[in-house]
């Protein structure tokens, strides 16, 4: 993978949303119009393993997370990458049985 800004865009079974994430040698820092993320990916033979952790920066009244709670959640994350884009599937500890997908997609590189 390139390091770069990315295009996220996910869903859960509870809903969907969009951001954009920076990809820089193993760090992961994006956020959405809600929420931010911070954590840590490594990359080898197209196989992505990340960590994410996730807060809120802005009240959206009545509209919880895609993991249906009010705060942030610690997300382990595992999919297949090109140059230029991801797709994987993970889950947070906070959220038992809610399952996360998601792509990303270069935008630009750094």
Do not use: W
Not at 23 to 31: E, F, S, T
Not at 68 to 77: D, F, I, T
Not at 81 to 101: I, L, Y
């Amino acid at each position: 993978m390139k390091n770069g800004l990315y295009k996220v865009s996910f869903k859960t079974q509870l809903g969907e949303g969009s951001g954009v994430v920076v990809l820089d040698n193993g760090k992961i820092r994006g956020g959405d119009s809600r929420m931010f993320y911070t954590g840590t990916y490594n990359e080898s033979a197209s196989t992505f393993a990340g960590a994410v952790v996730t807060a809120k920066h802005s009240d959206a009244a009545g509209a919880p997370s895609i993991f249906g709670l009010e705060g942030g959640v610690h997300m382990c994350l595992k999919g297949r990458s090109t140059d230029t884009s991801v797709e994987m599937t993970g889950m947070a500890r906070e959220a038992p049985g809610v399952t996360f997908e998601a792509k990303l997609t270069l935008l630009s590189e750094t």
